[in-house]
C-alpha cells in the first residue's frame, strides 16, 4: 500500500538542550489543486534570541528546501506582535502574494499572550 502520509522538514538553531530557534515545513497543497508547496507551520525565535539573525537563517533555510525540492515554498506571518517588523523582515527576503484578515465577531477577540 502507498504510503501518502504528511512529509516534513524542521530546521534546528542551538546546541542540544538549548533550543534557540525553530522552523518546521511540510508538504501541503491547496483543496483546488493537486499542485504541492512547502507550507511553513512555524518560525520560531527563543524570546533570547530575538535580536540575532536566527530568523533571517531560517528564512533563508527554508528558501533552500524549496530549491532542493523544487517544491514552492508558501509562508507568511500571522501574529498580532510586532508584525509590522515581521512582514518588514519577510518582506525584505520574499516576493509578496498576499494578505491574511482575521475577524472575531462582536463577542470575539484574540488576546496576545505577552503584552
Not at 6 to 12: A, H
Not at 108 to 115: A, E, K, P, Q
Request: aromatic content about 8%; hydrophobic content about 35%; glycine content about 10%.
Amino acid at each position: 500500500m502507498p504510503d501518502y502520509g504528511p512529509r516534513g522538514l524542521v530546521g534546528i538553531i542551538g546546541e542540544p538542550g538549548a533550543l534557540e530557534a525553530l522552523a518546521l515545513v511540510t508538504i501541503g497543497e491547496y483543496w483546488y489543486t493537486l499542485d504541492k508547496h512547502l507550507e511553513e507551520m512555524l518560525v520560531y525565535v527563543d524570546h533570547r534570541h530575538r535580536r540575532s539573525h536566527h530568523a533571517r537563517a531560517l528564512i533563508t533555510w527554508m528558501k533552500q528546501q524549496s530549491e532542493l525540492t523544487g517544491i514552492p515554498l508558501l509562508t507568511g506571518v500571522v501574529s498580532r506582535e510586532r508584525t509590522k517588523s515581521k512582514c518588514a523582515l519577510y518582506g525584505r527576503m520574499l516576493p509578496k502574494v498576499g494578505e491574511f484578515f482575521l475577524y472575531t465577531g462582536k463577542k470575539g477577540s484574540v488576546t496576545s499572550t505577552r503584552h
